[in-house]
């Protein structure tokens, strides 16, 4: 087995943010003892901690280092102390910051219900059946949430707009990535969009069709994103890999969480060209429980497993986290979040050493 040393820029963040990346870092070096890798941190600022800081969301110093390391682990930002602050200096306008900064135009989100939660799930049981497994590939550095903005006066009075604009390029290699992991599932790819009326998803359709020559052994299969979000909840079980835009993205995989049960289990990448990446829970800052020991770090405990597959290559130390969490869960204990009648219920540093002690 090949030793390996591994540069990862830490960012906390807000909220619960610190709590569960503390959790991670445990479980990370104790995967490196295990295994005999070596993995440096370098914690820096970000979102609110940042503003307070230095009156920035995302210090250029944040974005140096995460450029220098070999990857990017990030807690949450944002909270109602920092909701008045103008636009660009939002907490959460340091997310897209990082990600066109270290240029991560895929989102990869598994929505995995596991068996030992089910009760947890919203969908009546013959709906959810043995579980729940989809994957949704978010296009992240395109669409309206990047295109051109501003407001303006017309007949009616003042006017806002947002502009969705996709390329080529842009589409072909967020399909490629979705193509890619399909095979590695079950060869299905469902590209979601609004082709029936916006010119932007014609465009994104006539792409990922072309792109899917590439790829004979996956079934390719084209939904609009209204009955989209409604057949996630009729059957869950049709879909194997979305891919979609940025905005149906960010709508999709929301909803994908809370059918399996807890926005607090799932874990996130957000890939480019090369190995960087930033791995990220995709729960928020929850302000409202930040340091009272009841967030659940499962989900960025997750993410650190995919930052192992997908940055590291390690796919036997990420199986091995992934199995830890399985194991504790299938133990009966829980975080509040996912508490269930006559469960363990557990706080969010016992959740850690459980899982540690797992492994």
């Not at 340091?94 to 990869?108: K, P, Q, T, V, W």
């Not at 992991?181 to 990922?208: G, P, Q, T």
């Not at 790829?215 to 979609?244: C, G, K, S």
Request: aromatic residues 6%; charged residues 25%.
């Amino acid at each position: 087995m090949k030793k390996m040393d591994f540069k990862i820029a830490t960012l906390p963040g807000d909220g619960i943010g610190p709590e569960v990346i503390e959790q991670t870092i445990a479980v990370l070096n104790k995967i490196g003892t295990m295994f005999g890798h070596t993995f440096n941190y370098t914690e820096l600022l970000v979102g609110g901690s940042a503003i307070d800081a230095t009156e920035e969301p995302l210090p250029q110093l944040t974005i140096d280092t995460c450029l220098a390391s070999d990857s990017v682990l990030l807690g949450a930002v944002g909270g109602p102390k920092w909701d008045n602050l103008p636009g660009d200096k939002r907490p959460e306008k340091a997310l897209l910051g990082l990600r066109g900064a270290l240029g991560l135009y895929a989102n990869i989100r598994p929505a995995v219900l596991h068996k030992a939660l089910k009760d947890a799930c919203p969908l009546r049981s013959d709906i959810v059946g043995d579980g729940i497994d989809i994957c949704v590939v978010r296009e992240l550095t395109g669409g309206m949430y990047f295109g051109d903005r501003g407001r303006t006066t017309g007949e009616m009075g003042e006017a806002a707009y947002d502009t969705e604009c996709y390329s080529i390029t842009e589409v072909e290699r967020i399909s490629r990535i979705a193509f890619e992991i399909a095979r590695k599932r079950n060869k299905k790819v469902m590209s979601v969009d609004k082709a029936n009326v916006l010119e932007s998803s014609r465009l994104w359709r006539s792409v990922v069709i072309n792109v899917a020559k590439d790829y004979p052994d996956v079934e390719l299969d084209h939904m609009y994103v209204d009955n989209a979000a409604m057949q996630l909840i009729r059957d869950p079980h049709q879909f194997d890999v979305i891919v979609t835009t940025n905005m149906f993205g960010d709508i999709l995989s929301d909803e994908a969480s809370m059918v399996t049960g807890s926005i607090g289990m799932l874990p996130s990448a957000s890939l480019g060209k090369g190995t960087l990446g930033m791995y990220e829970p995709i729960h928020g800052s929850a302000p409202d429980i930040a340091g009272q020991d009841k967030a659940n770090p499962i989900a960025t405990i997750l993410s650190a497993a995919m930052m192992l597959r997908y940055s590291f290559g390690l796919e036997q130390e990420a199986v091995a986290i992934e199995e830890a969490v399985t194991k504790v869960l299938d133990q009966q204990f829980r975080t509040g979040d996912i508490m269930s009648a006559g469960m363990q219920l557990i706080g969010t540093k016992e959740m850690g050493q459980r899982i540690l002690a797992a492994l």
